[in-house]
Structures are given as structure tokens and as C-alpha cells.
């Protein structure tokens, strides 16, 4: 189940980082660990999120990360 959980993780993440995120709004990694425990019961860390993030990057997806705060959506 753990597996299937890891790949939920990664479509949830993707979700959040469209649906919540832009140039002025940005989610760090913490925030984005409250959301996937307590919107979709998957908990993680903030290493996971940032390997995460490097998968969603490599999928095409357009993140950009400021020190501090990371990933908003812009595209």
C-alpha cells in the first residue's frame, strides 16, 4: 500500500501546486506537508516534498523556488 501512497503523494502535490499556487501565492515545503496530512491523510517530510518537486520538474511542469518558499505553478 506504502507504493501506492508514493504515487498518490506525487498527483496530490501536483494538484495542490496548480490549484494553490501562483507568482504571488508559494507554499514551502512544511505547508505543503500539512496539506497532504491533513487533506489527504499522506504523511511525508520536507526532503520527500523536494524529491517530489525534482519528479513533477523533470514531468515538465514549471516551478519555481525562492529561498525559503518554494513551488508555485506558473504556468
Excluded: V, W
Excluded at 491523510?41 to 511542469?61: A, H, N, Q, V
Amino acid at each position: 500500500m506504502a507504493s501506492f501512497d508514493q504515487k498518490l503523494r506525487t498527483l496530490y502535490l501536483m494538484e495542490i501546486l496548480l490549484e494553490r499556487t501562483d507568482d504571488e501565492h508559494m507554499l514551502n515545503a512544511s505547508e505543503l506537508c500539512t496539506i497532504l496530512d491533513q487533506e489527504y491523510g499522506i504523511s511525508t517530510d520536507r526532503r520527500t516534498i523536494y524529491t517530489e518537486m525534482e519528479i513533477l520538474e523533470k514531468f515538465g511542469l514549471d516551478i519555481q523556488q525562492k529561498k525559503g518558499k518554494i513551488p508555485r505553478h506558473t504556468g
